[in-house]
């Protein structure tokens, strides 16, 4: 096929596509799928070999937004039955990430729910990530606070931080369907503060609200022009309780093609697989690691994943390996340019979701809450979709898990 041998030869060379072979690449068959996942999985394995990178989440402060991004089952008036609860103690924080730690994950996200942190809430910030390296000096660390003001990178920053996550979500120009208490711009320049700071920068996208070929591609692009060293690509859960809860649009396959898509544009970059994994690829999920080369582990913020055993058992099923705390994740060149950032040079960064780095084995859960949760399975969020695909609409489980509970991660 003309079009992939064009765009695995652009991509093992590090050349971005145009944007016209870009809207291609979603626009294949499903009879070309498995030719789109190997062409991909070249370039893959071209920049980051067969290792697989594993971040964990800890929920610092769940629910109570004023936002009203319209995706969050965390956003403000949601009736979304999740764990609602302030910020966490440092040291129950550094609780949770050792559990994620001790079972091999490389990065520990650090996410609070709001519009941007105040300077208090930076301190609070500050003590976790010493908290959690005087306990692992070696594992990176990736705020997600929201919105940040002046000198909030810089200040994260001295205190330990690795990488800032703040995702662009969408393109600029369907920004405002999701989101109307902040723009598009807002974003941007959050992520331009966090590289600005020598933060790693880690931003992605989500996809399956509603919007065209057209629009991913552009905050795709958008997402390269800014210089993400890595990019999350989330699939929209639809909570009940949200905007968007009977948006189910995603096929595994759509999912697929989003990810090599993503991969094409950004070939030497760290491309995660991040929330909606289980719900979206399903059984297919073993195929996206021959296009990303890094995942979540356990649960997300509000919903939980699977368990942390079962993606080291597809991870290797799958022939891959989990990469470890010595490794670098991103290619030389773009390691030096991450290096330059760190000495003041201007890189990128990221603030609602989930967040990048580098890693070993692991498992996980990720949203941690002060509330005391017990370990039942949510209510059934089955939409119907449209009966001319005949979707599925997949159990949206909801976090129920918390801190102070004795259950183990995954349990």
């Not at 995706?71 to 050792?98: N, V």
């Not at 891959?320 to 290619?331: K, N, R, Y």
Request: net charge negative; proline share 4%.
């Amino acid at each position: 096929m003309d079009l992939l041998d064009t765009l695995t030869a652009k991509g093992l060379r590090g050349e971005i596509p145009t944007r016209e072979e870009a809207l291609a690449v979603l626009a294949t068959t499903d009879d070309e799928l498995l030719d789109v996942v190997a062409a991909a999985g070249r370039v893959r394995r071209q920049w980051f070999g067969r290792r697989v990178k594993l971040n964990y989440l800890v929920n610092l402060k769940s629910g109570l937004c004023p936002e009203d991004c319209s995706y969050c089952s965390q956003r403000l008036g949601s009736k979304a039955e999740i764990l609602k609860y302030t910020w966490l103690k440092p040291d129950q924080a550094a609780e949770a990430a050792r559990a994620g730690v001790a079972g091999g994950a490389k990065r520990v996200c650090l996410v609070a729910s709001g519009r941007g942190p105040t300077d208090r809430d930076i301190d609070r910030v500050a003590d976790t990530i010493s908290a959690i390296k005087d306990a692992d000096p070696a594992v990176e660390i990736c705020a997600c606070l929201g919105l940040l003001s002046d000198n909030q990178a810089e200040r994260l920053k001295a205190a330990g931080a690795d990488a800032y996550n703040h995702n662009l979500n969408t393109s600029e120009g369907t920004y405002g369907d999701i989101t109307t208490t902040h723009t598009y711009a807002d974003r941007v320049d959050t992520v331009q503060k966090a590289h600005g700071a020598g933060l790693s920068a880690c931003s992605g996208l989500i996809a399956g609200m509603g919007e065209s070929d057209g629009d991913l591609v552009d905050v795709v692009y958008a997402l390269r022009e800014l210089g993400s060293d890595s990019v999350p690509v989330n699939f929209l859960i639809p909570f009940e309780g949200t905007p968007l809860a009977k948006e189910w649009n995603l096929t595994p396959q759509r999912c697929l093609r989003i990810l090599a898509m993503v991969r094409f544009v950004c070939p030497d970059v760290e491309v995660r697989i991040a929330g909606g994994r289980e719900v979206h690829l399903r059984s297919l999920q073993p195929l996206g690691l021959h296009i990303a080369n890094s995942i979540f582990l356990g649960d997300y913020l509000t919903s939980e994943g699977q368990a942390g055993q079962a993606d080291l058992d597809m991870i290797k099923d799958a022939g891959f390996e989990v990469e470890g705390a010595g490794e670098a994740t991103l290619p030389r060149h773009r390691a030096d340019v991450a290096a330059a950032a760190e000495g003041g040079a201007c890189g990128t960064g990221g603030g609602c979701g989930p967040c990048g780095g580098h890693s070993a084995p692991a498992v996980g859960t990720a949203a941690v809450g002060e509330a005391v949760g017990e370990a039942v399975d949510a209510a059934e969020a089955a939409v119907g979709a449209d009966s001319a695909d005949e979707l599925r609409s997949d159990l949206v489980r909801v976090r129920r898990r918390g801190a102070g509970t004795e259950l183990a991660p995954n349990a």
